[in-house]
């Protein structure tokens, strides 16, 4: 493993922005994808009739993925710049995948909003979408990646036209714009990602690869706070046995502990912990990690699981109180609506059982007690009672575990913190 500082870095942005082409490429010019896995890949997009995708390939790897051409799960890849580590997460644009993002942006310390230039893209649905669950979902970095600038010819004009967009969308959801890079790039062609050939003289500022270094910052890690690792699959590999995999969001996870996985209460003791195939003696915050647990069998463990200590184990919901905003409902939403809530890696229906106040979005402050509904932009604090054990944390305990997004009819209509959960007597 790297000694250098670790860094979990994700893509978002519309479908069709170009993210695992420009990752692609960045992992290739940076030396991680070596010439003849290139090759390999230039091959199989030939086959499949997708010239341009062999850089994509390099993420997407599933046959689905490569025949549709979109990303569908997540994928991650390790990349070294000169001062960082980072786990590079390629999120998925399309719109049928929204919760695989959801998990992705969980995981994020730094997020590239990848943008294309090309004439008729720009700015699409799922950019707004995915700008929105960036920031409610806490990613605190953000890095604009304009791509596709050789579509248009290197246009300055461009160029400028889309930052202007692009800085009116982020500021209309809270972000500080003076903190956003924003980085003209062909991810095709690989202008501007790990090194720049001149075909943009008129922009002065640093490659992706550069950005990268001078923008991330270090994620703070809170070891001092009781385990929680939020399952993202489970496998069962033969001579093995039970690899969960997830992402340590706070506490530490050494081998020989004592764990727990909830809701179902499944006790288990770690025997390996690997990031990278590479074998670790303790998993901290922020490391992606895959670890082998004795005494467990595959159906003990599921992905939406929560693994704590049992001394301190993972909050089990009977119900809970959150804070809403309506990112976009085509009616109203009232006491029993019951969408999913999509929190951490968990996916489950929870009912609205009440709408205790709504809230001034800019201040806090209750604007009417008990409205009999809300609509898109209102923010409301509500009552919610899962339809099935699930685990959520408060927001003042554990922030990672306290964000949510609402999903119905195939978009995201709400998201959300928790606030305070009333524990389940028994998960």
Not at 11 to 27: F, I, P
Not at 196 to 222: F, H, N, V
Not at 229 to 240: A, E, H, K, S
Request: glycine fraction near 8%; charge should be neutral; include cysteine.
């Amino acid at each position: 493993m790297s000694s250098k500082p670790h860094i979990n870095m994700m893509t978002a942005g519309h479908v069709d922005a170009g993210k695992s082409t420009t990752l692609g490429r960045l992992l290739y010019d940076s030396g991680v994808i070596r010439e003849e896995e290139m090759r390999k890949l230039k091959e199989v997009a030939t086959e499949m009739k997708k010239e341009t995708f062999e850089f994509a390939y390099a993420l997407d790897t599933t046959a689905e993925e490569r025949r549709r051409g979109v990303t569908i799960d997540l994928m991650h890849r390790p990349l070294e710049t000169k001062k960082w580590f980072f786990t590079v997460i390629d999120a998925p644009g399309h719109r049928d995948f929204v919760k695989n993002m959801i998990t992705g942006a969980s995981q994020a310390d730094l997020a590239l909003l990848v943008v294309s230039t090309k004439q008729g893209e720009g700015i699409q649905e799922q950019t707004k979408e995915h700008a929105w669950l960036l920031r409610v979902l806490g990613v605190p970095q953000i890095i604009v990646i304009l791509n596709k600038m050789d579509t248009n010819n290197y246009d300055e004009k461009r160029f400028n036209e889309l930052k202007g967009e692009v800085t009116t969308l982020l500021k209309g959801i809270g972000y500080k714009i003076e903190d956003i890079p924003f980085i003209p790039v062909s991810g095709y062609t690989g202008e501007n990602v790990v090194k720049a050939t001149g075909k943009m003289p008129w922009y002065k500022g640093p490659t992706m690869m550069e950005a990268l270094d001078l923008y991330a910052k270090e994620p703070e890690k809170p070891t001092d706070k009781p385990l929680r690792l939020p399952v993202q699959d489970v496998f069962t590999i033969t001579g093995i046995g039970t690899v969960p995999v997830g992402r340590v969001e706070t506490g530490v996870m050494k081998m020989n502990d004592k764990i727990i996985f909830m809701p179902s209460g499944a006790l288990g003791e770690v025997k390996s912990i690997e990031v990278h195939h590479q074998q670790i003696p303790e998993a901290v915050p922020g490391d992606n990690v895959g670890f082998n647990v004795r005494g467990i069998g595959k159906n003990d463990a599921h992905r939406g699981d929560v693994v704590g200590h049992p001394n301190n184990p993972p909050m089990v919901a009977k119900e809970f109180t959150a804070q809403i905003v309506v990112l976009q409902h085509p009616t109203v939403i009232t006491a029993g609506y019951t969408p999913v809530f999509h929190c951490h890696t968990a996916s489950v229906a929870c009912t609205i059982t009440e709408i205790i106040a709504k809230i001034d979005p800019k201040t806090g402050a209750v604007a009417q007690e008990h409205p009999d509904f809300i609509k898109t932009g209102d923010a409301a604090r509500v009552r919610v009672t899962p339809t099935k054990p699930f685990c959520i944390e408060k927001q003042g305990d554990f922030p990672a575990l306290a964000k949510f997004a609402i999903r119905d009819m195939g978009t995201t209509v709400a998201a959300g913190v928790c606030l305070d959960v009333v524990k389940a007597e028994k998960a």
